[in-house]
């Protein structure tokens, strides 16, 4: 069973020979090639190197497009760039600070030249270079984040509130926006598309509940109309709308270390989780023998229907020893290790 194989199986319910192993790389993907991540961001030859050269070394079973939000820039945002840094967005000259010219906004076409484009052809040549052995990952924006990203988060805040109707509006723009773009993405290699919505952890229950579960449904249910598998990741702390998240349809959902995996898996019984080893404490500050712990505890905790991953991001500087250490874990196990149940080996 080769990685792709194992991913798509575990997604389906089908027999798996191990538990796959799926982090978030991108500067330390960059890192690993010895390149600048402003490189790795401008450059899809280098992601897509990047993603291949650092899935072989350290055994994961997928590689992601995932860099930053490229939609902003093809829709006329200003976004600033650095050398070895991600992009960055200014609040202060977000795109809709004027609120009346989504109006006027058009949904970019991916393949139109700009930097969409670039993330596209990265799902390409992974697909290419993997011949067939790993899942390629495209990635796409959330509703709340993208929304964020174009009118400033202090205002799409304050916007939830004041105007309803503009909010519902624009995250409607923005799924249409995503469902071209992962489209796109899909024709080029993608079979799994990664949905990223930090921002939708900061806005409450109720908010959540009735803005951005019509959206996200709406987005997932595009996706699964396409033949897409479908990831959510969310950052931050999830815990007070775990139980929906796991309700939108996701194939799978990422849980951030502030949401306890117990508490994750008993809202969502039979949803594959992914993550929750903590980036920085454990990945990046502690030893293998720590790493090997927390990776076996969220395995128990998360029971059969698990993705090995850190919460978020793999930090750039974290010890190889370290991911080697989940590598190993996963490389020996099928099973809930407390339990002594089995998945069936393929």
Known sequence: MNSRERVLAMIDGRPVDRIPFMPITMMF?????????????????????????????????HVSGITDAPEVSDLGGAVRFFDDQPPALDESESLLIDRTKLAGLKVPDPLGGGRMLDRVRACQLMKEMTAGEKIVEGWIEGPCGQAANLRGINRLMLDFTDDSTFVRDLLDFIVELELRFARAEMEAGAELMGVGDPAASLVGPRIFSEFIVPAQRKLVSGLKAMGLRTRSHICGNTRR??????????DIVDVDTMAPLAEARAQMPKQVILGNVACVEVLRNGTPELVHETVAKCHEDAGALYIAAAGCEVPRDTPPANLHAIREYVQQHTAVPASGSRLPVA
Not at 40 to 53: G, M, N, T
Not at 241 to 250: C, D, M, S
Request: charged share 30%; proline share 2%; net charge negative.
């Open 241 to 250: 709308i775990q139980k929906e998240r796991g309700n939108l349809g996701y």
């Open 29 to 61: 993907a960059a890192d690993q090639i010895g390149v600048k991540y402003g490189q790795y961001v401008e450059d899809p030859k280098i992601l897509a190197e990047a993603q291949v050269r650092t899935a072989e070394r350290f055994g994961f079973d």
